[in-house]
Antibody
Framework: EVQLVQSGAEVKKPGESLRISCKGS????????ISWVRQMPGKGLEWMGR????????NYSPSFQGHVTVSADKSISTAYLKWSSLKASDTAMYYC????????????WGQGTLVTVSS | QSVLTQPPSVSGAPGQRVTISCTGS?????????VHWYQQLPGTAPKLLIY???NRPSGVPDRFSGSKSGTSASLAITGLQAEDEADYYC?????????FGSGTKVTVL
């Protein structure tokens, strides 16, 4: 069974750093890409960036480039989304999702990680 | 502002047919890229509903169907059921490179 299991909810202060994770199982982690998607409270889905775990190649949306970093450790089938300095506007639900290539659908999704940034 | 435009809401009585449009441009849907649709039930993660414009993953009822023409795509739900009340998003490839629609809330009256 294909599964993407994300790390738990986080509460952070502005300016703090954070890394959340997404562990894949039931499929070949290096034969798929992992994307991260943001959903702000009451809002729609926004694609942030993706990684190919086989070679760690990344793409980012211009809206998120430079503010987040996507990485992966293929030895433990885990992808990461990292912030070096959180803002209150980063408060959102973050989902990881699997896809097989650039024009393929996001066919399996993690359960989501809620990040709350508040002073 | 989303690159792909959807109506904010549609509604219908049980058993009726509703459609959701997804309007893009020559840089995404009109360039020949596939459109995929996702269903997000309240408080849950999105789920793939339609892929490659008109294909249903295993387990998705055939009440759901998708189509694409020119720079637009559509999702149709026939025989609307109470459990279909959810948010629906289209998605395609673009220079960004991935874009989602603005989302449509389906309400079952």
């Amino acid at each position: 069974e294909v599964q993407l299991v994300q790390s738990g909810a986080e509460v952070k202060k502005p300016g703090e750093s954070l890394r959340i994770s997404c562990k894949g199982s039931g499929f070949s982690f290096t034969r798929n890409w992992i994307s991260w998607v943001r959903q702000m409270p009451g809002k729609g889905l926004e694609w942030m960036g993706r990684i190919d775990p086989s070679d760690s190649y990344t793409n980012y949306s211009p809206s998120f480039q430079g503010h987040v970093t996507v990485s992966a450790d293929k030895s433990i089938s885990t992808a990461y989304l990292k912030w070096s300095s959180l803002k209150a506007s980063d408060t959102a639900m973050y989902y990881c999702a699997r896809h097989s290539g650039y024009d393929f659908p996001l066919d399996y999704w993690g359960q989501g990680t809620l990040v709350t940034v508040s002073s | 502002q989303s690159v792909l435009t959807q109506p904010p809401s549609v509604s219908g009585a049980p058993g009726q047919r509703v459609t959701i449009s997804c309007t893009g441009s020559s840089s995404n849907i009109g360039a020949g890229y596939d459109v995929h649709w996702y269903q997000q039930l309240p408080g849950t993660a999105p789920k793939l509903l339609i892929y490659g414009n008109s294909n249903r993953p295993s387990g998705v009822p055939d009440r759901f169907s998708g189509s694409k023409s020119g720079t637009s795509a559509s999702l149709a739900i026939t025989g609307l059921q109470a459990e279909d009340e959810a948010d629906y998003y289209c998605q395609s490839y673009d220079s960004r490179p991935y874009v989602f629609g603005s989302g449509t809330k389906v309400t079952v009256l």
